[in-house]
């Protein structure tokens, strides 16, 4: 199977679940029944909680879903978008990344320089052709150093 014929195949059915889902309506066990059991589940404000649905490597998206305290969903957020990207700032703490973005694509640690590199895989457009890596890079104090954005090397004949 291609790489466009597997990524279809994962996330082919999220428009028409993410449809079916309307903020204020739709209760955490509508939310289990399209999407599945979260990757995470992370404490939110004022005792909601956040169900994490990771649609990395092959996928282009991470979605965070709010749950509030009434058992209804009060949010449903694709969060790897460059706004998104753009609030990741020197310093900040990998763990405060990982709740913002999700599961990376690929966690390449380089002891040696003692930084570890995150990648997302994201679409910086409407097409296929627009894929793109978004990139971290923490420090051995697991804090953001520097950030950026690539072209993805999946859409090259040697990425392929």
């Known amino acids: 199977m291609g790489l466009m014929a597997s990524w279809l195949a ?3 059915c999220d428009p028409q679940r993410i449809a079916e889902l309307e903020e204020g309506v739709a209760t955490e066990a509508d939310v289990r029944k399209r999407f599945g059991e979260p990757l995470a589940v992370w ?27 009434d058992g ?20 900040m703490p990998m763990e405060t990344v990982r709740r913002m973005l999700g599961r990376p694509m690929r966690v390449a640690p380089y002891p040696l320089k003692s930084v570890t590199h995150y990648e997302w895989r994201y679409l910086d457009g409407p097409n296929a052709s627009d894929s793109k890596i978004f990139s971290v890079v923490f420090d051995a ?10 072209i993805d090397p999946a859409l090259s004949p040697q990425g392929k």
């Open 43 to 69: 404490d939110g404000a004022g005792g909601a909680r956040v169900f994490e649905y990771s649609r990395q490597p092959e996928g282009h998206k991470n979605y965070m879903i709010t749950i509030g305290p």
């Open 141 to 150: 104090d697991l804090k953001v150093v520097s950030t950026g954005s690539s």
């Open 10 to 12: 994962l996330v082919g």
């Open 72 to 91: 209804r969903m009060t949010a449903l957020r694709q969060v790897l978008t460059p706004q998104n990207f753009a609030l990741v700032l020197p310093g």
